[in-house]
């Protein structure tokens, strides 16, 4: 997934939401609440005080914890569009294409976009532009009125 940039500053704004500042000055509110429920390997950031810890590494790349837990900058900027309305979470993109029993192949050829990009946008490799989202729903909406 391409990022604008690295990451310039972080800070622990609530007890699961981080404050990124990108090098590029974008600036966005990231929730972890999902992967700290979710992830096992996560659970360590439910202690308020570790999550505090949170630190900017790798010159950009990746935020640290004390405890050694990492995130890369790729997946906090991709969680940062998909949290701000920016892009399609992943999941809903995938759920589509579950949905309508579409591959790779068709799912590309009914967006009009290449194998390439869906196959990108299916893997978490590339945030999915809103515009897609709403593709995806007038997609569903053609095929209801069928």
Known sequence: MTTPDRIQTVAATAPDTLRIEFRSGKVYAVSLAAPMARIAGFAALQDVAEFNTAAVADDGWTVEWACGLSMASER???????????AL???????WMERNHLSLTTAADALSLSRRVVSQYSAGSRPIPKIVGLAIKGFEAERRAA
Not at 76 to 85: D, P, S, V
Not at 89 to 95: K, M, S
């Open 76 to 86: 906090l900027y991709q969680m940062a569009k998909e949290q701000a309305g920016e």
């Open 89 to 95: 979470p992943q999941d809903e993109f995938r759920d």
